[in-house]
């Protein structure tokens, strides 16, 4: 770990160049998506001092609440990447539709999925929030995209990653057959520096991040694993744990990546009617790409998540994902119940 003083668009010309699939195209597009993260964390550092970021405007395709903030960093997404000629369409947590790039304005053979803020509801209390991204080919650049194109499964992915606001606004990114890289955006300069190569989540852990209000509701696979976890070193696991929950996926991957974890949002009866509460191509997806190639694990509890082929936009998923051992024993579990 450490600084190597090499910004994110060197380490694309150096990571990139020699990949088929990921040409200069490819590094253009990280880089807007890189410049739309940093407009996002200009918002978030500004706090009340750009408005009322936290105040409700709404209801989104998801019927959730929608916060002033997520609708400006889903503008903010598509003011800087639309443009940029690399793709053919872009999805969004927050739009009902995509977004199809028009036949006679610069295109290329991408497409776009992301989450313009994920951990909303941390505005008001000016907790983490994040950005998660994925990067798919598009089939048929030729023509106008369609909302098919989009419905890939995530080891289609080219590309994925997430940007946590926090301390630090913390870039963390994997390529097709690439390690996953962090960056961290110096203030100073106003670009994201490489500080890690090769991220590795840790095979063993002591924390657990779930929703535990959700308890009533889970499935018996995943009680039997916190009640195992609860018990510490006197139980089963033989170690005691610790519960962690932030309440932004970002945030709780991120923690479970750098020192090890199993972050949980799982089927329960609270969400079973809406196959699970994260969605597949905007959260699972992305997040699910970045763990395996660090190394972890990321399951639905029943199936790998990168082998979940998406039926719609806006499709949810259960999620279990982090360190190796962790997931593979809630697989385990999920199997024998079944």
């Known amino acids: 770990m450490g600084s190597e003083n090499l910004t994110l668009s060197h380490f694309l010309y150096e990571d990139v160049r020699s990949e088929p699939q990921a040409t200069g195209e490819l590094a253009s597009l990280i880089n807007d998506i890189a410049a739309a993260?940093?407009?996002?964390?200009?918002?978030?550092?500004?706090?009340?001092?750009?408005?009322?970021?936290?105040?409700?405007?709404?209801?989104?395709?998801?019927?959730?609440?929608?916060?002033?903030?997520?609708?400006?960093?889903?503008?903010?997404?598509?003011?800087?990447?639309?443009?940029?000629?690399?793709?053919?369409?872009?999805?969004?947590?927050?739009?009902?539709?995509?977004?199809?790039?028009?036949?006679?304005?610069?295109?290329?053979?991408?497409?776009?999925?992301?989450?313009?803020?994920?951990?909303?509801?941390?505005?008001?209390?000016?907790?983490?929030?994040?950005?998660?991204?994925?990067?798919?080919?598009?089939?048929?650049?030729?023509?106008?995209?369609?909302?098919?194109?989009?419905?890939?499964?995530?080891?289609?992915?080219?590309?994925?990653?997430?940007?946590l606001y926090s301390a630090s606004t913390t870039l963390v990114l994997t390529l097709q057959n690439k390690g996953v890289s962090r960056f961290t955006l110096d203030p100073g300069v106003g670009e994201f520096v490489l500080v890690e190569r090769d991220m590795q989540v840790p095979a063993t852990a002591k924390e657990f991040a779930i929703n535990a209000s959700n308890r009533r509701h889970w499935e018996a696979p995943v009680s039997r694993y916190i009640e195992e976890c609860l018990a510490g070193k006197e139980g089963s696991r033989g170690r005691d744990f610790n519960m962690r929950w932030i309440a932004a996926m970002v945030a709780d991957v991120h923690r479970c990546i750098s020192r090890g974890g199993v972050f949980m949002y799982p089927i329960d009866e609270k969400c079973r009617a809406k196959g699970g509460r994260l969605r597949l191509l905007y959260e699972a997806g992305p997040m699910a790409m970045i763990v395996e190639h660090a190394g972890g694990r990321a399951s639905t509890g029943r199936q790998p998540l990168m082998d979940v082929v998406p039926e719609s936009l806006h499709q949810r998923v259960p999620v279990i994902m982090g360190s190796a051992e962790e997931v593979e024993i809630l697989d385990r579990y999920h199997a024998e119940a079944d």
């Open 37 to 163: 993260c940093k407009a996002v964390a200009d918002l978030v550092n500004h706090g009340d001092l750009a408005g009322n970021l936290a105040g409700t405007v709404g209801q989104n395709v998801q019927d959730e609440t929608q916060k002033e903030l997520d609708v400006l960093a889903n503008e903010t997404f598509l003011a800087w990447t639309r443009r940029g000629g690399q793709l053919t369409g872009l999805a969004s947590e927050e739009m009902e539709e995509p977004y199809c790039i028009p036949l006679d304005e610069p295109r290329g053979k991408y497409l776009l999925v992301f989450d313009p803020l994920d951990g909303s509801s941390n505005i008001e209390i000016n907790g983490p929030v994040g950005t998660i991204f994925s990067i798919l080919r598009s089939p048929d650049p030729t023509r106008l995209a369609c909302k098919e194109d989009f419905l890939q499964p995530g080891s289609a992915q080219i590309a994925a990653g997430y940007v």
